[in-house]
């Protein structure tokens, strides 16, 4: 064996172009696919050199390529394609292999099968416990070590089940990736590789590999490491973690430098030669920079837009760019999206068919029958509640998904305790009957303006999403390509869905490809929709090449860079939180039995978790140390100063990174490390635009005005000094104005219960007195009883629903009854529904005023509302700012005001609603924000508009 050390990925290009012949053959493993491709693509030339045609290679898929550089004698391989290539090429191995779909649903049955382990807590591990096994079936560990790890009950029970595991799957003559393994590195042909390279660090080297290694030593191959080091500076710590991984195969002492280019023209990759050395140098190009945001979105951001900018105006090639952050699978959707928005493409794995619409819409469809809360919530063989609902509307594959998901959203607050398909035919038949009555004085309720054939429609959907799911998820024991050719056909043959696109077609055809392999166990309906996502992640999948006038950015993280050239790099969310990386475990899985696992095999790199923890701190150094000698012209560190509302701080890294400019924080001073690099220029804060906005003043609605003519009610004005734009709204789109959410429509409904409460307090006692008070207190639960039965029909709520809808409903009451005998003066009242209504026409405009309940005294005659509940109750804020708390009083008292005053005739109140009558007619709808808007039923029309008028300004 011999390891040759080089930081720059060029140095070992020119060894392998000097060292490969097309008549050797040459095993060539990596640690990553992003080294597999440079490494391909090196290859691709070097053969064309030696005049041997070969196609361009980002226009093929991995596997084409690997064949073609095979032919050539070449065999490169990312380390885990190798083991499956090593799995794979024995046809007797092959056989018996179950694919990992299959093998987890082996575990499954075994947890089903044990008392201890049938229940959700241990069922939702299987992937995990999936991946333990094979690690530990690889690693051969004994499992007298691993017992004596730990005298947890859980702990044993574990080890109990993998026995059962490998025991259930050898009676029955299956292989698992992990045994597999086992019997394909003792049969595999190594001896025909003539060379072998190792190339790029694996840190640490896992059980596989070394077994892999050892075995290759073991028959006499010839073995050549490249790894990552600057030998001339072996002792720096960024090295550290490579030679406590690598010296167990050669001595320190004996490797070889083939480090024949020194990197080091610009502040960039000075820096990068003398990190966490005692050298420093001096700032004399802009290679280099720290930017400091305020958040994480304006961050990311500012570094797409500005790549997009360099890539526009040519200042750099789009594959020469890369963003390195932390969890890149985390950040990859933030990115992407960012990336559709400044016309970029990123280099990133397609989204997965599982999260396009006709992937999303299968995985409910089987949701349905696999939901983890059947049997909990429910006591059927499925669970179907609103979200669920909302979620198969919203892919959009049902061609009448708009017009019944606009159904759902004005009827949500009715599906509430909707779970099974029973509970959702039964609220859709009271909800019908409810539209049969439903009459003028339910105008804010969302049924007035939906009529019955529309509930039709939406009871057609459930019914056919109720037999789609009883199809695809059925009864039938056959393997899993069984299983997706009869949901293909059944989703294929219902003519109410859409058809998927070619794209989307090509990409099930290829899943189906890969199913076809699923074939040797056989799995029922339950099952296979238990696997479904995993089906339709489609990981094998690759997007076709770009066309040439789209761009590719790369997105990954710090670990996969080592031996790759970028122009740019972007360092991104540089804080402590994530630079030195997290190690995150799951159990089983532990920093203590990760190191039982790898130091198996005599492997020497990791003896306890101890070791293994400082090992993960010192690969983060490297880990860095890789990222800055990967960029050759700009590199940009940038951290946001907040993360989810949570204050940030910057990475200790950047002490030694200012530390090779000679900066350091002085511990005498009060100033940090960030202030001294921002009177060195170095740290810098980005120059952000001027927000611009419009000041929620008159935006003149052209062609849009409330005509003359029409009914205004006191109610309306209130509404109008409230926020002229709702008023505005509320004229403009009347069918928007029914509420929605369970929160307005309980209030709705409360609003409905007083006033029907009210009506029937009159009947029952028409005269009320203080002597007869707590009689009329104590009866007003059975008139809300009675009032009950009488609008539930109109409200098919849930129990729960209705407590509250009584509690409010009874607190107006009691005030109303306390209000009415607190007259000083008098002892008693007569009580009568008729009142006042009061028609007056003020500027073009028909004013009305109602008080319909009549409340006679001796000697006076008072009068209330008892509707205006139902058009004021959306007056409701969840604020402790006490300007909007006063607005809010102001306007009520307003109202009651002019309500009053234009029911008595009174020439200053008409006066005042002239005026209001002006400005209508002169559309005057300024917006008035605030806490209200939270609860306004306008709220999503009104942002809407205020985007198109922003954009047509």
Same mark, same amino acid.
């Given at each position: 064996?011999?390891?040759?050390?080089?930081?720059?990925?060029?140095?070992?290009?020119?060894?392998?172009?000097?060292?490969?012949?097309?008549?050797?053959?040459?095993?060539?493993?990596?640690?990553?696919?992003?080294?597999?491709?440079?490494?391909?693509?090196?290859?691709?030339?070097?053969?064309?050199?030696?005049?041997?045609?070969?196609?361009?290679?980002?226009?093929?898929?991995?596997?084409?390529?690997?064949?073609?550089?095979?032919?050539?004698?070449?065999?490169?391989?990312?380390?885990?394609?190798?083991?499956?290539?090593?799995?794979?090429?024995?046809?007797?191995?092959?056989?018996?292999?179950?694919?990992?779909?299959?093998?987890?649903?082996?575990?499954?049955?075994?947890?089903?099968?044990?008392?201890?382990?049938?229940?959700?807590?241990?069922?939702?591990?299987?992937?995990?416990?999936?991946?333990?096994?094979?690690?530990?079936?690889?690693?051969?560990?004994?499992?007298?070590?691993?017992?004596?790890?730990?005298?947890?009950?859980?702990?044993?029970?574990?080890?109990?089940?993998?026995?059962?595991?490998?025991?259930?799957?050898?009676?029955?003559?299956?292989?698992?990736?992990?045994?597999?393994?086992?019997?394909?590195?003792?049969?595999?042909?190594?001896?025909?590789?003539?060379?072998?390279?190792?190339?790029?660090?694996?840190?640490?080297?896992?059980?596989?590999?070394?077994?892999?290694?050892?075995?290759?030593?073991?028959?006499?191959?010839?073995?050549?490491?490249?790894?990552?080091?600057?030998?001339?500076?072996?002792?720096?710590?960024?090295?550290?973690?490579?030679?406590?991984?690598?010296?167990?195969?050669?001595?320190?002492?004996?490797?070889?430098?083939?480090?024949?280019?020194?990197?080091?023209?610009?502040?960039?990759?000075?820096?990068?030669?003398?990190?966490?050395?005692?050298?420093?140098?001096?700032?004399?190009?802009?290679?280099?920079?720290?930017?400091?945001?305020?958040?994480?979105?304006?961050?990311?951001?500012?570094?797409?837009?500005?790549?997009?900018?360099?890539?526009?105006?040519?200042?750099?090639?789009?594959?020469?760019?890369?963003?390195?952050?932390?969890?890149?699978?985390?950040?990859?959707?933030?990115?992407?999206?960012?990336?559709?928005?400044?016309?970029?493409?990123?280099?990133?794995?397609?989204?997965?068919?599982?999260?396009?619409?006709?992937?999303?819409?299968?995985?409910?469809?089987?949701?349905?029958?696999?939901?983890?809360?059947?049997?909990?919530?429910?006591?059927?063989?499925?669970?179907?509640?609103?979200?669920?609902?909302?979620?198969?509307?919203?892919?959009?594959?049902?061609?009448?998904?708009?017009?019944?998901?606009?159904?759902?959203?004005?009827?949500?607050?009715?599906?509430?305790?909707?779970?099974?398909?029973?509970?959702?035919?039964?609220?859709?038949?009271?909800?019908?009957?409810?539209?049969?009555?439903?009459?003028?004085?339910?105008?804010?309720?969302?049924?007035?303006?939906?009529?019955?054939?529309?509930?039709?429609?939406?009871?057609?959907?459930?019914?056919?999403?109720?037999?789609?799911?009883?199809?695809?998820?059925?009864?039938?024991?056959?393997?899993?390509?069984?299983?997706?050719?009869?949901?293909?056909?059944?989703?294929?043959?219902?003519?109410?869905?859409?058809?998927?696109?070619?794209?989307?077609?090509?990409?099930?055809?290829?899943?189906?490809?890969?199913?076809?392999?699923?074939?040797?166990?056989?799995?029922?309906?339950?099952?296979?929709?238990?696997?479904?996502?995993?089906?339709?992640?489609?990981?094998?999948?690759?997007?076709?090449?770009?066309?040439?006038?789209?761009?590719?950015?790369?997105?990954?993280?710090?670990?996969?860079?080592?031996?790759?050239?970028?122009?740019?790099?972007?360092?991104?969310?540089?804080?402590?939180?994530?630079?030195?990386?997290?190690?995150?475990?799951?159990?089983?899985?532990?920093?203590?039995?990760?190191?039982?696992?790898?130091?198996?095999?005599?492997?020497?790199?990791?003896?306890?978790?101890?070791?293994?923890?400082?090992?993960?701190?010192?690969?983060?150094?490297?880990?860095?140390?890789? %990222?800055? &000698?990967? $960029?050759? +012209?700009?590199?940009? !560190? @940038?951290?946001?100063?907040?993360?989810?509302? #949570?204050?940030?701080?910057?990475?200790?890294?950047?002490?030694?990174?200012?530390?090779?400019?000679?900066?350091?924080?002085?511990?005498?001073?009060?100033?940090?490390?960030?202030?001294?690099?921002?009177?060195?220029?170095?740290?810098?804060?980005?120059?952000?635009?001027?927000?611009?906005?419009?000041?929620?003043?008159?935006?003149?609605?052209?062609?849009?005005?409330?005509?003359?003519?029409?009914?205004?009610?006191?109610?309306?004005?209130?509404?109008?000094?409230?926020?002229?734009?709702?008023?505005?709204?509320?004229?403009?789109?009347?069918?928007?104005?029914?509420?929605?959410?369970?929160?307005?429509?309980?209030?709705?409904?409360?609003?409905?219960?007083?006033?029907?409460? %009210?009506? &029937?307090? $009159?009947? +029952?006692?028409?005269? !009320? @007195?203080?002597?007869?008070?707590?009689?009329? #207190?104590?009866?007003?639960?059975?008139?809300?009883?009675?009032?009950?039965?009488?609008?539930?029909?109109?409200?098919?709520?849930?129990?729960?629903?209705?407590?509250?809808?009584?509690?409010?409903?009874?607190?107006?009451?009691?005030?109303?009854?306390?209000?009415?005998?607190?007259?000083?003066?008098?002892?008693?009242?007569?009580?009568?529904?008729?009142?006042?209504?009061?028609?007056?026409?003020?500027?073009?405009?028909?004013?009305?005023?109602?008080?319909?309940?009549?409340?006679?005294?001796?000697?006076?005659?008072?009068?209330?509302?008892?509707?205006?509940?139902?058009?004021?109750?959306?007056?409701?804020?969840?604020?402790?700012?006490?300007?909007?708390?006063?607005?809010?009083?102001?306007?009520?008292?307003?109202?009651?005001?002019?309500?009053?005053?234009?029911?008595?005739?009174?020439?200053?109140?008409?006066?005042?609603?002239?005026?209001?009558?002006?400005?209508?007619?002169?559309?005057?709808?300024?917006?008035?924000?605030?806490?209200?808007?939270?609860?306004?039923?306008?709220?999503?029309?009104?942002?809407?508009?205020?985007?198109?008028?922003?954009?047509?300004?």
């Amino acid at each position: 064996m011999e390891i040759l050390g080089s930081p720059n990925t060029n140095d070992i290009e020119l060894y392998l172009n000097k060292n490969t012949s097309i008549n050797d053959k040459t095993l060539h493993l990596v640690p990553t696919m992003i080294l597999y491709q440079r490494r391909a693509n090196f290859y691709r030339k070097l053969l064309k050199s030696k005049n041997i045609d070969m196609p361009v290679f980002h226009r093929l898929k991995d596997k084409e390529i690997n064949s073609l550089l095979r032919k050539n004698g070449i065999f490169l391989f990312e380390i885990n394609r190798f083991f499956e290539e090593m799995v794979n090429s024995n046809s007797e191995i092959k056989s018996t292999l179950l694919s990992r779909r299959e093998t987890t649903i082996i575990l499954e049955r075994v947890l089903k099968a044990n008392p201890v382990t049938n229940n959700h807590v241990w069922l939702v591990l299987i992937p995990k416990l999936y991946d333990f096994f094979q690690n530990l079936l690889i690693s051969g560990t004994p499992l007298k070590e691993l017992k004596s790890y730990s005298s947890n009950n859980s702990w044993g029970i574990l080890l109990s089940i993998f026995e059962d595991y490998v025991k259930h799957l050898k009676e029955n003559n299956y292989l698992d990736y992990g045994l597999a393994w086992c019997k394909a590195i003792k049969v595999y042909d190594l001896k025909k590789f003539d060379k072998v390279y190792i190339d790029g660090a694996f840190l640490p080297v896992q059980p596989g590999l070394h077994k892999l290694i050892k075995t290759l030593n073991d028959i006499g191959s010839e073995i050549k490491f490249f790894v990552p080091i600057d030998l001339e500076k072996k002792d720096s710590p960024a090295f550290k973690v490579i030679k406590k991984t690598y010296s167990q195969y050669v001595d320190i002492n004996d490797w070889k430098s083939i480090n024949f280019v020194k990197q080091d023209h610009n502040v960039v990759q000075k820096l990068a030669r003398n990190l966490f050395t005692n050298e420093t140098i001096i700032v004399d190009d802009p290679s280099f920079e720290i930017i400091e945001f305020e958040t994480l979105e304006e961050e990311f951001t500012s570094i797409v837009q500005r790549i997009s900018t360099f890539i526009k105006r040519d200042i750099v090639k789009p594959h020469k760019v890369a963003i390195i952050t932390p969890n890149p699978m985390e950040m990859r959707p933030f990115v992407r999206e960012l990336a559709e928005l400044y016309d970029l493409k990123c280099d990133l794995p397609p989204r997965a068919l599982v999260h396009l619409p006709y992937g999303k819409f299968i995985y409910l469809l089987f949701q349905i029958k696999t939901d983890d809360r059947i049997n909990t919530l429910v006591q059927a063989d499925h669970f179907i509640d609103k979200s669920l609902v909302s979620e198969l509307l919203y892919q959009n594959i049902y061609k009448e998904s708009q017009e019944v998901l606009s159904l759902l959203e004005q009827l949500q607050a009715f599906f509430e305790d909707s779970r099974t398909f029973n509970e959702w035919y039964n609220q859709l038949s009271m909800l019908k009957e409810a539209r049969r009555v439903i009459n003028e004085d339910f105008r804010n309720h969302p049924l007035y303006y939906i009529s019955e054939n529309q509930l039709d429609q939406f009871q057609l959907f459930i019914s056919l999403i109720e037999n789609i799911s009883r199809k695809v998820v059925n009864n039938a024991i056959v393997p899993f390509q069984k299983h997706l050719s009869n949901l293909l056909t059944t989703l294929s043959e219902e003519e109410h869905l859409y058809k998927p696109n070619e794209d989307i077609v090509d990409r099930i055809n290829e899943i189906k490809d890969i199913v076809e392999l699923d074939d040797k166990l056989n799995i029922n309906g339950e099952e296979f929709g238990s696997k479904i996502q995993s089906i339709f992640k489609d990981d094998n999948f690759q997007e076709e090449e770009y066309p040439s006038n789209q761009v590719k950015i790369t997105v990954t993280g710090p670990n996969n860079v080592e031996f790759q050239e970028y122009d740019m790099i972007f360092l991104t969310r540089f804080t402590q939180n994530m630079y030195p990386e997290k190690i995150h475990y799951k159990w089983p899985m532990s920093m203590e039995v990760e190191s039982i696992l790898i130091k198996s095999n005599d492997n020497k790199q990791i003896n306890n978790s101890s070791e293994l923890f400082n090992f993960y701190l010192d690969r983060s150094l490297y880990h860095l140390f890789t %990222v800055l &000698n990967s $960029v050759s +012209k700009k590199l940009t !560190i @940038s951290y946001s100063k907040r993360d989810n509302g #949570l204050n940030q701080s910057v990475s200790h890294y950047l002490h030694d990174i200012a530390k090779v400019f000679n900066i350091e924080e002085d511990i005498q001073s009060e100033k940090s490390i960030e202030d001294v690099l921002k009177e060195s220029n170095l740290l810098l804060n980005p120059s952000s635009r001027p927000f611009e906005y419009s000041d929620y003043t008159n935006e003149n609605i052209i062609g849009q005005s409330i005509k003359e003519g029409i009914e205004l009610s006191i109610e309306d004005i209130a509404v109008y000094e409230y926020c002229p734009k709702r008023f505005f709204y509320e004229k403009q789109f009347p069918n928007q104005r029914a509420f929605q959410s369970v929160f307005h429509i309980q209030n709705y409904a409360s609003a409905c219960l007083y006033e029907r409460g %009210v009506i &029937n307090l $009159v009947d +029952k006692f028409p005269r !009320i @007195s203080k002597e007869n008070k707590k009689v009329v #207190l104590l009866e007003i639960e059975n008139i809300l009883d009675e009032s009950k039965m009488e609008l539930y029909g109109f409200f098919p709520l849930g129990q729960r629903y209705w407590e509250d809808i009584k509690i409010r409903a009874g607190f107006h009451l009691e005030e109303l009854i306390k209000k009415v005998l607190n007259n000083t003066e008098h002892n008693a009242a007569e009580l009568s529904i008729g009142g006042q209504k009061v028609v007056k026409k003020l500027n073009g405009y028909n004013f009305v005023g109602e008080r319909e309940l009549k409340v006679k005294y001796p000697t006076v005659t008072h009068y209330y509302s008892i509707s205006n509940l139902k058009d004021l109750q959306s007056f409701s804020i969840n604020t402790l700012d006490q300007e909007e708390l006063n607005n809010h009083k102001r306007v009520k008292e307003l109202y009651y005001e002019l309500l009053r005053g234009f029911c008595y005739g009174s020439n200053q109140t008409n006066q005042k609603l002239a005026l209001y009558a002006e400005k209508i007619n002169n559309n005057s709808f300024e917006k008035n924000p605030g806490g209200h808007c939270i609860y306004c039923s306008f709220k999503h029309i009104c942002m809407e508009k205020e985007i198109q008028f922003n954009a047509a300004d």
